[in-house]
Structure formats: structure tokens, C-alpha cells
């Protein structure tokens, strides 16, 4: 029986995202972003410019920004497969090698400790009753304006970040690099990041972030049916799998993220919580979310419940990985 080496790479970027968190100083991510900007504000330099041309130079820009690292990560992964990179002591060493840099890329591509502090703040701060804070905390994750939000609303579109973010920030990485390696872990990543910085429905993006929200709704679409999936699975043992599964493929059609609204459906039916169904303001504007889930009004124990649901689907994929590679493997 071989080593189950993707098995082993997840659990280890998860344990290194577990011991250490974000990376507070020179975060891959940070200098993408900010490349991002600079060529976003050299490139799209007029808001009224003609459909076609704003289109075309974001697909050239999403294509010049992303491109090139996943290649060269696939090239240099595979050369150190193959033996053909080193030579000598180290040509000893490349599958490690190759186990520690995979492992490194998932925990840069990973957000879930991350998404566990920001959620648990707005958790806290509930708890305590100190709505200020909450309000506060809240405003960090979403886009929409919160200083006027309540207990229930800031419960409720905390715990929809919590599971919109689900597959954005971990399950998805967790899927991609199964399916495709890291390079395709490195494709995703760059291109969520692009997706949120050049995918708002708005003047300036509108056509020019188009390519940007295309290329991350086709990377995420089949880890957010995968996600659904494991949701639906932890709802068997309250007899919830079709229910999970029947919201998901319904209640997403109304929704305006596709994959975003088959896993909050997903999981806000496994949490036995309705999200959506309220206006928010988002710049400005009043825009009507519809209903996700169901169950009881949003609570602050939905945020907690909500990460609860997250970590038992992690764990899920990793015994599955593991199971399948021992498979493979007989």
C-alpha cells in the first residue's frame, strides 16, 4: 500500500493553518492584490467605455495575472516528480519535497482559521450583548452597510458568510487540490481573489470584472455541489439529506451567486435556520435577498452552529480522501 500523500497534505496544511493562522506579513495574496490594483487602475481607466473593449482587456488582465504561476507550479511539481530538477543528495528527497511545497500552497489558499476568529468575534460580541462591536466586527466580513443592523440581522448575514465563505475559503481548496494539485488550488485562489475585487455588479467593474466573476463561478461550481453534498450527508442522521438537497437545487435559482446559494441553502436546511428573505443595503442601494434554508430565525448560536458544520465537513473529506486513496491503492 503506497503513502496516502494527499490525504497526509491536507491534514498538514490544515494543522498549519490550525497553528498559525493567517500570515500576518507577506502574504502571497497581499502583493497578488496589490498587482491587481495597479494594472486594474493602468487598464480600466474609463467607466464609460464601450462593452466589448472593457470586456476584452479584463480577460487579457485576468488571464496575464493568473496564468503564469499555476504553470510554473505545474512545471516545477512535475520536474521534481520526475527526478529531472536535482540531482544527487536532493534527487533523494523530491517526494518530500513535493509534499512540503503542496502543503504550503493549500495553507496559503486556506482561510478557515481565519473565517473561524472573524466569525466567532461577531459571536462573542452577541453574546455579551455589545451590539456596537458586533456591528463593528460584521462590517469586516460583508459588503452591505451595518450600522444600523440588529441582533437578528447581524446574526443572520454573519452565519450566510460563514457558509458562503465555507466553499470559497476551505472546501474548495480542499476539492481543487484533490482533483488537480496545487496548481489548480493556485488557479482558484487568484481567481476568487480577482472575483472579489473586480466582480461588483458597479459602474466601473460591471464589464470590465466580468471575465473575473465567470472564471471563479466555473472553478467553484462543482466544489459547491460537492459542499451541498457533504452538507446533505451530515443532515442524514436528522433525517434532512433530501431536504438539504431539494433547497439547494431550488432556492440557489433566485439567488444571485449560483454556487453561493446552493451552499447557503445546503447549509442553512442543515442548520435548521432561514437566511435571506430581508433587504440590505449594499452602496448605497436596497437589494432584496431570497429565502435560503429553513427553520428558525436567525440567532447568534447559527454563527457557532454554522462553523460547527464547516469543521465536521472538513473532517468528512479527509476520511473520504483517505478511504478512496486506500482504495486506489489495493
Same mark, same amino acid.
Request: hydrophobic share 50%; aromatic share 12%.
Given at each position: 500500500?503506497?503513502?496516502?500523500?494527499?490525504?497526509?497534505?491536507?491534514?498538514?496544511?490544515?494543522?498549519?493553518?490550525?497553528?498559525?493562522?493567517?500570515?500576518?506579513?507577506?502574504?502571497?495574496?497581499?502583493?497578488?492584490?496589490?498587482?491587481?490594483?495597479?494594472?486594474?487602475?493602468?487598464?480600466?481607466?474609463?467607466?464609460?467605455?464601450?462593452?466589448?473593449?472593457?470586456?476584452?482587456?479584463?480577460?487579457?488582465?485576468?488571464?496575464?495575472?493568473?496564468?503564469?504561476?499555476?504553470?510554473?507550479?505545474?512545471?516545477?511539481?512535475?520536474?521534481?516528480?520526475?527526478?529531472?530538477?536535482?540531482?544527487?543528495?536532493?534527487?533523494?528527497?523530491?517526494?518530500?519535497?513535493?509534499?512540503?511545497?503542496?502543503?504550503?500552497?493549500?495553507?496559503?489558499?486556506?482561510?478557515?482559521?481565519?473565517?473561524?476568529?472573524?466569525?466567532?468575534?461577531?459571536?462573542?460580541?452577541?453574546?455579551?450583548?455589545?451590539?456596537?462591536?458586533?456591528?463593528?466586527?460584521?462590517?469586516?466580513?460583508?459588503?452591505?452597510?451595518?450600522?444600523?443592523?440588529?441582533?437578528?440581522?447581524?446574526?443572520?448575514?454573519?452565519?450566510?458568510?460563514?457558509?458562503?465563505?465555507?466553499?470559497?475559503?476551505?472546501?474548495?481548496?480542499?476539492?481543487?487540490?484533490?482533483?488537480?494539485?496545487?496548481?489548480?488550488?493556485?488557479?482558484?485562489?487568484?481567481?476568487?481573489?480577482?472575483?472579489?475585487?473586480?466582480?461588483? $455588479?458597479? #459602474?466601473? @467593474?460591471? /464589464?470590465?470584472?466580468?471575465?473575473?466573476?465567470? &472564471?471563479?463561478?466555473?472553478?467553484?461550481? +462543482?466544489? %459547491? $455541489?460537492? #459542499?451541498? @453534498?457533504? /452538507?446533505?450527508?451530515?443532515?442524514?442522521?436528522? &433525517?434532512?439529506?433530501?431536504?438539504?438537497? +431539494?433547497? %439547494?437545487?431550488?432556492?440557489?435559482?433566485? /439567488?444571485?451567486?449560483?454556487?453561493?446559494?446552493?451552499?447557503?441553502?445546503?447549509?442553512?436546511?442543515?442548520?435548521?435556520?432561514?437566511?435571506?428573505?430581508?433587504?440590505?443595503?449594499?452602496?448605497?442601494?436596497?437589494?432584496?435577498?431570497?429565502?435560503?434554508?429553513?427553520?428558525?430565525?436567525?440567532?447568534?448560536?447559527?454563527?457557532?452552529?454554522?462553523?460547527?458544520?464547516?469543521?465536521?465537513?472538513?473532517?468528512?473529506?479527509?476520511?473520504?480522501?483517505?478511504?478512496?486513496?486506500?482504495?486506489?491503492?489495493?
Amino acid at each position: 500500500m503506497t503513502m496516502p500523500l494527499l490525504s497526509l497534505t491536507l491534514l498538514f496544511a490544515l494543522l498549519l493553518d490550525y497553528w498559525l493562522g493567517e500570515p500576518k506579513k507577506y502574504h502571497p495574496l497581499v502583493g497578488f492584490g496589490h498587482l491587481a490594483n495597479r494594472l486594474a487602475g493602468k487598464v480600466n481607466v474609463s467607466a464609460s467605455q464601450a462593452n466589448k473593449s472593457a470586456i476584452i482587456k479584463g480577460a487579457l488582465s485576468w488571464v496575464l495575472l493568473v496564468m503564469p504561476l499555476p504553470v510554473l507550479c505545474y512545471y516545477f511539481i512535475n520536474a521534481l516528480q520526475t527526478n529531472t530538477l536535482f540531482t544527487g543528495a536532493f534527487a533523494n528527497h523530491q517526494t518530500v519535497m513535493v509534499f512540503f511545497l503542496e502543503a504550503v500552497i493549500v495553507y496559503w489558499a486556506l482561510g478557515y482559521n481565519s473565517l473561524k476568529q472573524h466569525g466567532m468575534q461577531i459571536y462573542q460580541a452577541l453574546v455579551q450583548q455589545n451590539l456596537a462591536d458586533a456591528r463593528k466586527y460584521c462590517g469586516y466580513i460583508v459588503s452591505r452597510e451595518t450600522a444600523q443592523l440588529d441582533e437578528q440581522a447581524i446574526s443572520r448575514c454573519t452565519t450566510e458568510s460563514m457558509l458562503e465563505n465555507s466553499n470559497d475559503a476551505v472546501t474548495a481548496t480542499l476539492i481543487l487540490f484533490i482533483l488537480g494539485g496545487a496548481p489548480l488550488v493556485i488557479l482558484h485562489r487568484l481567481a476568487n481573489t480577482l472575483d472579489a475585487m473586480w466582480g461588483y $455588479k458597479n #459602474t466601473q @467593474f460591471y /464589464y470590465f470584472g466580468r471575465c473575473a466573476a465567470r &472564471a471563479d463561478d466555473v472553478l467553484a461550481f +462543482i466544489p %459547491a $455541489k460537492i #459542499t451541498s @453534498f457533504a /452538507y446533505a450527508i451530515l443532515g442524514l442522521r436528522k &433525517a434532512l439529506f433530501t431536504r438539504i438537497i +431539494i433547497n %439547494a437545487a431550488e432556492q440557489a435559482k433566485a /439567488y444571485k451567486s449560483h454556487n453561493g446559494g446552493w451552499v447557503m441553502a445546503a447549509g442553512a436546511t442543515l442548520l435548521q435556520v432561514r437566511l435571506g428573505n430581508a433587504n440590505a443595503i449594499y452602496h448605497g442601494k436596497v437589494v432584496h435577498s431570497p429565502l435560503l434554508g429553513e427553520g428558525d430565525m436567525p440567532q447568534a448560536r447559527h454563527i457557532k452552529d454554522s462553523l460547527n458544520a464547516l469543521k465536521h465537513v472538513i473532517v468528512l473529506m479527509l476520511i473520504f480522501c483517505f478511504f478512496g486513496e486506500w482504495l486506489y491503492s489495493r
